[in-house]
């Protein structure tokens, strides 16, 4: 019975159910930052998802990519599956910009996570979940 | 004329090419670490290649994932595509151990890199060679 990992849920809200993936928003209100995390129990490295399981995951990495893209013109896309700490396999996929607290460098350990304020993580939800599902 | 960024290139070995990649390692002996540079002009972002070359380059992350795991026994594999910095897309593959410099943080803006030795280095690149070589 696939679950998220307690800190990924406790770090992020639910956006949406993509074929493979659930992707996630980080309550980082630094940057626009979602997580995808494939269905699929007990695989903590992307060499242990199958060949198909690696495809599907590759175009909803590109389409999580293109959305933010879309949605906030950032200056860069970062991906990034790390997992050192947290042992479910899941891929970072951040919006980041020239004045970001952590740019040039990477958002991990970069300090700490600022809240979004109710209302604004309510209207970052609503816009990501309307761009998923045109999409 | 493909040719690889003048600060990826100083910073790395020339490993192999894969079909869609060419293979790097970065000279810091403090991680196995190689950087895969998709053999495309003027791409920065993973959702600028086509459907075909993401394809093929998620199999060639495994590949390398499989071989780091092979030969190194990590606790970890890292993959990063940032590019905040370098204006060529190029992936991260590290194998990252408990008691590495960086553990449990990302490898990125961790501190000065370690140079290898030379027979250190020339045996790294030799094993790595022969381990794409069979794959």
Redesign the interface.
Known sequence: MFSIHPTLESDTCEITDLPLSRVLLMKDRGFPWLILVPRRDAV????E?T?DD??I???E???A??IL?RLFSP???????????VPQLHIHVIA?FEKDRA????V??SGPRVPYSEEELASTVSRLQDAFSRA
């Open positions: 903590r490295e992307i060499h998802l060949p690696r495809a995951l590759i175009e990495v590109s389409l990519s293109t893209t200056a860069k896309i970062n991906v990034g599956a790390l997992g050192n700490i980041r740019w040039p460098g990477p991990w350990g």
